[in-house]
């Protein structure tokens, strides 16, 4: 392609990507619709590892979102974390472990209390057994790890998604 076929094709390609309505999330920082929707959302205490993992995740990455201006929140969680074995050898040796996190989770109004989303998220991951007890349970101990990140993004998606909705229903309709 040429220099001017290639500039042709950028502008037309911008053109149509500014028509499909794609929106950042997370525009305008603290002033954007997700703060203004969830300005402070406070994570209470999860049981067990995978909670302390998934309430740190959760944590990290609500504060690029907490501080806003928006009403105040608390986020509830229940794990359920399940190793099940599989891949089974003749002398009944598991050769295999699948690793299943799942997260129930209620959105609540701080100064209603009353509870705004109820949803799960869920994640599994596979394990190899090995001969080695210390190279199994540290795969088990990453494969929590990487749970519990994607138990978090899940939850912070539909937190943000629930965000924007809200904005949408708050804001005056156009004239």
Known sequence: MTRRNTLAFTIAFAALLSGCGLRPVYSNGSNGAVA????HVEVAPIEGKAGWLVRNALNDKLAAIN???GPAYRLVIKLDDNIQGFGVRTDDTITRERRTLRARYQLIDGATGTQVLDD???SDVGIDVVSSEYATIAAEDTGLERLSQTI???????LALFAMQDSKRAAPAAP
Not at 36 to 39: D, L, N, Q, R, V
Not at 152 to 158: F, K, L, P, T
Request: hydrophobic share 35%; no cysteine; glycine share 24%.
């Open 36 to 39: 203004k929707a969830i300005g």
């Open 67 to 69: 501080g806003g201006t």
């Open 120 to 122: 799960t998220a869920g």
């Open 152 to 158: 978090a993004d899940q939850i912070i998606s539909r």
